[in-house]
T-cell receptor, first 110, second 113 residues
Framework: EDQVTQSPEALRLQEGESSSLNCSYT??????LFWYRQDPGKGPEFLFT???AGEEKEKERLKATLTKKESFLHITAPKPEDSATYLC???????????FGKGTMLLVSP | NAGVTQTPKFQVLKTGQSMTLQCAQD?????MYWYRQDPGMGLRLIYY???????DKGEVPNGYNVSRLNKREFSLRLESAAPSQTSVYFC????????????FGSGTRLTVV
């Protein structure tokens, strides 16, 4: 059974204070790992797809990396508008569905 | 493009009542999904449809039925609502070819009293 564990559950940062969110996974055949951002009262919004260990993707202050056991979402000099819940999901090569982690709630204070 | 549209956005039901949640996508995606999201539980898959004419159970299908009406529309039905079905329901679609991620709707917040 695929498992996705995100840590920490919640993270509070000061504006400009860089940090990383972790997504560790157990999957028999990883076909892809996805990061989503979810704002309160809204649906998850797609951020990145990573397909193989060593791959990196960047978007503004966010950078996602992937190893064979985990992925990190690095947030550089965050701003209050980066406050959201960040979800990680894995795609198993044997299935057409994604398995999601429970998310990390990020709060960035001015 | 509208993307994925869900209706209604909010609904309150009494125990035992039935209702259908509607979902439509305009991106010509093959696969469609229904998830529920509960505090501390994350997103859990209820049912999915890999292509028009097919549906499959996910992790938590009990108490629900689905219909893939055509390529655009995928509905979720609660035949006899229970308080345990109080949740936020998200519909999503996916192109499948190329392995892209899901596109989610904005959700339906359902309360069963």
């Amino acid at each position: 059974e695929d498992q996705v564990t995100q840590s920490p559950e919640a993270l509070r940062l000061q504006e400009g204070e860089s940090s990383s969110l972790n997504c560790s996974y157990t999957v028999s055949g990883l076909r892809g790992l996805f990061w989503y951002r979810q704002d309160p009262g809204k649906g998850p919004e797609f951020l990145f797809t990573l397909y193989s260990a060593g791959e990196e993707k960047e978007k503004e202050r966010l950078k996602a990396t992937l190893t064979k056991k985990e992925s990190f979402l690095h947030i550089t000099a965050p701003k209050p508008e980066d406050s959201a819940t960040y979800l990680c999901a894995v795609w198993n090569s044997g299935y057409s569905t994604l398995t999601f982690g429970k998310g990390t709630m990020l709060l960035v204070s001015p | 493009n509208a993307g994925v549209t869900q209706t209604p956005k909010f609904q309150v039901l009494k125990t035992g009542q039935s209702m259908t949640l509607q979902c439509a996508q305009d991106m010509n995606h093959n696969s469609m999904y229904w998830y529920r999201q509960d505090p501390g539980m994350g997103l859990r898959l209820i049912y999915y449809s890999a292509s028009e004419g097919t549906t499959d159970k996910g992790e938590v299908p009990n108490g629900y039925n689905v219909s893939r009406l055509n390529k655009r529309e995928f509905s979720l039905r609660l035949e006899s609502a229970a308080p345990s079905q109080t949740s936020v329901y998200f519909c999503a679609s996916r192109k499948e070819t190329g392995g892209g991620g899901y596109t989610f709707g904005s959700g339906t917040r359902l309360t069963v009293v």
